[in-house]
């Protein structure tokens, strides 16, 4: 599915995966749930700023997150729509079986789907499907510990391409 995006009202994701994050995959501990409605919090303030498309890469943890709150909010705010930036087509290939049940009922609900790759080629799956949100957004959400990897590098581009970016604790 081909979406037109327009740039200067989308918004795309940036975080940790569940195993990175302090309540690694148990999204019932007090430190998720406050995460979770921070984030929830600050999506509505985006669109009411006027935001309208959310870019998603459709990982474990935040992004899977970010997905269904944005879906929720689709019941209050009728115009916003969510597109799935994924690496690749097997993305969920090695995931746990309950992992891989979530995500494809979520890829069901997305308004598009962007994909690059058929397989996983490597790390430039990754980097090519993050570039790809910055690329096309003006505004990053990120939860984010401060530490180096995917997550910073991907901050540091939004940085680089004059993004504002809003950063969550985990």
């Known amino acids: 599915m081909c979406e037109i995006?327009?740039?200067?009202?989308?918004?795309?994701?940036?975080?940790?995966?569940?195993?990175?994050?302090?309540?690694?995959?148990?999204?019932?501990d007090e430190r998720c749930k406050v995460m979770k409605e921070t984030l929830r919090t600050e999506l509505e303030k985006v669109i009411e700023r006027g935001y309208?498309?959310?870019?998603?890469?459709?990982?474990?943890?935040f992004d899977m997150i970010c997905a269904e709150t944005i879906l929720a909010l689709k019941k209050k705010y009728s115009g916003i729509k969510i597109i799935g930036a994924l690496p690749?087509?097997?993305?969920?290939?090695?995931?746990?079986?309950?992992?891989?049940?979530?995500?494809?009922e979520l890829l069901k609900q997305l308004d598009g789907?962007?994909?690059?790759?058929d397989t996983y080629i490597g790390?430039?799956?990754?980097?090519?499907?993050?570039?790809?949100?910055?690329?096309?957004s003006s505004l990053m959400i990120a939860l984010f510990n401060g530490l180096y990897?995917?997550?910073?590098?991907?901050?540091d581009y939004a940085r680089n391409q004059g993004l504002e970016i809003i950063i969550i604790k985990p």
């Open 52 to 61: 309208r498309t959310f870019l998603c890469g459709m990982a474990l943890g």
């Open 88 to 104: 690749c087509k097997t993305q969920d290939k090695i995931w746990q079986y309950k992992d891989r049940e979530r995500y494809r």
């Open 5 to 28: 995006i327009e740039k200067e009202r989308a918004v795309c994701f940036t975080g940790h995966r569940s195993q990175k994050l302090p309540w690694r995959f148990n999204e019932e």
């Open 123 to 136: 790390p430039e799956c990754m980097l090519e499907r993050n570039r790809f949100m910055v690329n096309n």
């Open 149 to 155: 990897g995917g997550t910073k590098s991907t901050i």
């Open 113 to 117: 789907i962007r994909c690059k790759f």
